[in-house]
């Protein structure tokens, strides 16, 4: 079974998000009271525990969830094998996969601590098509 394992937010870009017990997502926003929220199409955005996992595995010390600035992190679903235009069901809220992976930013901090970053390869980028509340244990469901 796919689900959240943590919901992460950050008043501002550029620094790692810190876990909430719960978030609110509103269409055409993202998580309310997140930096990283607007009328686009990255206004969510996850990565998955097993991708944290690796960074840790290849030598990264104490990452953990938020620290990729990853508004939802996951577990048991690959989220980059996801094709753009895939509708999730996340707790209350139905999502669009809108785009996978990123450019890194300038001075990521992840990447000039171990050298990588896995965010650009295999976090995903979501829109939010029906607003509700997401928790850390919701499950993840993929709709036909």
């Known amino acids: 079974m796919a689900k959240v394992i943590a919901v992460n937010i950050s008043e501002k870009k550029g620094v790692p998000k810190e876990p909430i017990e719960k978030g609110y997502f509103k269409v055409e926003h993202g998580l309310e009271g997140d930096a990283h929220v607007g009328k686009w199409h990255r206004q969510v955005s996850l990565l998955a525990q097993e991708s944290i996992d690796k960074m840790n595995a290849a030598g990264a010390k104490n990452l953990t ?11 048991g679903l690959v989220l980059y094998e996801l094709p753009v235009g895939t509708r999730m069901k996340i707790g209350e809220t139905e999502m669009e996969v809108t785009q996978i992976g990123k450019e890194c930013h300038e ?15 295999e976090g995903i980028f979501t ?18």
Request: with cysteine; aromatic share 4%.
């Open 127 to 144: 829109k939010v098509l029906k607003p509700g509340w997401i928790k850390p244990g919701d499950e993840i469901e993929i709709l036909k």
């Open 107 to 121: 001075g990521c901090a992840i990447r000039k601590l171990v050298g990588d970053c896995v965010m650009p390869r």
């Open 65 to 75: 969830v938020g620290k990729f600035a990853e508004n939802l992190t996951t577990e």
